[in-house]
């Protein structure tokens, strides 16, 4: 005679079915905290390398902009009054303007210092140029 097959599902249920262990959780854990750290790590330095790159553009932008008063400007010492501490972006940059020996007479030397705090501790930017030294009347 031929065997019936049963309709009824076994008593207990192979150890697949019920789920994930406790060694196997623990193992998917430690891989996805170890992976996160290195992701985190590579996003920190991410953000400090586009700070020092935003610093630097705006220092370069502030440069770009006393370079064009004096190209405007006929007198240098009144583009030297302007100056001083200017804040942008949360960043605080002391800008200057020195007078140097030229070597022409009737020409000045000009020293423009531009400096911050950056991620590394202070950082300059120096520009050298020459401007007509003679003082506008009145």
Known sequence: ?????????PASQPSRLRGMTAIEVLA??????TLSLFVL?????SRR????????????????????MLRVEKD???VDENLG???????????????QDAPVEG?????????????????????NTTALDYEVDG
């Open 107 to 127: 020409l000045v030397g000009l020293e423009l210092t531009i400096s911050w705090v950056g991620p590394h501790g202070v950082e300059q930017l120096v520009f």
């Open 41 to 45: 790590q590579v996003f920190h330095h």
């Open 85 to 99: 501490e200017i804040k942008k972006y949360e960043t605080a940059f002391t800008v200057q303007l020195m007078p």
């Open 49 to 68: 390398v586009q700070l020092e790159i935003h610093q630097m553009d705006t220092a370069l932008q502030i440069s770009r902009d006393v370079l064009e």
């Open 76 to 78: 240098w010492r009144r």
């Open 28 to 33: 998917a854990l430690l891989v996805i905290s």
């Open 1 to 9: 005679m031929p065997r019936v097959l049963s309709c009824i599902a």
